[in-house]
């Protein structure tokens, strides 16, 4: 296989990304999902190196001023991004698959015009809220939150190479391989 293609992948929280990447990475095996850096704690069952590379703000803030990343975004005062190294590694024998807000996709498109970005969309706004409701884990106050948030990102679905929408997951992982197919 020659150098590995990057793709990212973005979608509002509660679009149904990780059922729909999940779905995806069976049914291809050369794709690899590439494991970003983060300053937050690790979560029960998160593991280091799998789940997130666990770093201090200062080696992450140390990792920036040496260009180290393709592309980073703060949340909450905590730091996310993706390390170039891991990609270029990834890419020695496979496609890789960002899954990162729009911030940091149109970061990666500055860095790296051949990378492809797609984006999921909910059915309507209306059944993005109620998946978000139903989840039962998730206050009002956070609903909210999420659900402008949702808004903006999908405003910016347009600077997008594709937009999928997930109506139902079989289909929506059906076109993103139709499109890595292509790609690759």
């Known amino acids: 296989m020659s150098k590995g293609k990057l ?4 979608g509002a929280s509660g679009v149904g990304k990780s059922t729909v990447l999940k779905r995806v990475m ?5 794709l690899t999902f590439s494991v970003s850096a983060t300053t937050r704690l690790p979560r029960p069952g998160e593991v280091d190196g799998i789940s ?17 990343f393709l592309e980073y975004d703060e949340h909450h005062a905590l730091l996310y991004g993706t390390l170039n190294s891991q990609i270029l590694e990834k890419q020695e024998h496979s496609h890789v698959i960002l899954d990162i807000e729009p ?11 051949d990378a492809t970005l797609i984006f999921i969309m909910p059915p309507s706004r209306e059944e993005l809220e109620r998946r ?6 998730t206050s009002e106050e956070q609903i909210t939150i999420r659900m402008a948030r949702a808004d903006w990102e999908m405003e910016q679905s347009a600077k997008y190479d594709h937009v999928v929408i997930n109506d139902q997951v079989e289909s929506c992982a059906e076109e993103i391989l139709k499109i890595i197919a292509d790609k690759a």
């Open 26 to 30: 069976e049914e291809r095996k050369d």
């Open 103 to 113: 911030n940091g996709a149109f970061n990666v498109r500055a860095k790296r015009p």
């Open 7 to 10: 793709f990212v992948i973005s």
């Open 52 to 68: 997130y590379y666990f770093i201090t703000r200062a080696e992450f803030e140390d990792r920036i001023a040496r260009g180290e």
């Open 132 to 137: 978000l409701r139903s989840r039962g884990d």
